[in-house]
């Protein structure tokens, strides 16, 4: 999130520059709640150090929690990103990781042509139905007007 300019150079907010996080920050800055970052640490998605009872979220929780809500818009399940996490975390090189998130894109990106081929066509419908009601409509109000009266002939 950017938050200051200075002769047209934007700054990132203070917090972005951090260490080290509080489950407020984090919530604050990805406009969230506190209650689903914690839901997202009982998936193992992110795992914060613990002082007490108050959680630390490095970088790398903030950046992973970046990418869970990055993932979440582009319709990503959790598990899928966990997938992805693991890749990355245990898998054999950056080419693996690259291509099985290529592969996911690839799978949401045909996912949605099609929702958008099917949306097309039932807005295709709806115009058919409403051009059909006009029609029916105009029809009935036609058939129920009373006749218009005969002009009387010219007098003359």
């Given at each position: 999130m950017m938050t200051s300019t200075t002769q047209g150079?934007?700054?990132p907010r203070e917090s972005?520059?951090?260490t080290t996080y509080t489950i407020s920050d984090l919530a604050d800055e990805f406009n969230i709640t506190t209650r689903a970052i914690r839901y997202y640490e009982d998936q193992g998605l992110i795992?914060?150090?613990?002082?007490g009872s108050r959680?630390?979220?490095?970088?790398?929780?903030r950046?992973?929690?970046?990418?869970?809500l990055r993932g979440k818009r582009l319709g990503f399940s959790l598990n899928e990103t966990r997938q992805l996490f693991?890749?990355?975390d245990n898998g054999p090189g950056e080419d693996a990781h690259?291509?099985?998130?290529?592969?996911?894109l690839a799978e949401r990106r045909a996912l949605l042509e099609q929702q958008m081929r099917d949306i097309r066509a039932i807005l295709r419908e709806i115009d058919?139905?409403?051009a059909d009601a006009l029609r029916v409509k105009a029809a009935r109000q036609s058939e129920a007007a009373p006749p218009s009266p005969a002009s009387p002939a010219p007098v003359g």
């Open positions: 150079v934007v700054r972005a520059r951090a795992m914060p150090a613990r002082r959680r630390i979220y490095s970088r790398r929780d950046a992973r929690l970046s990418l869970i693991e890749l990355y690259t291509a099985h998130f290529m592969g996911l058919i139905a409403e």
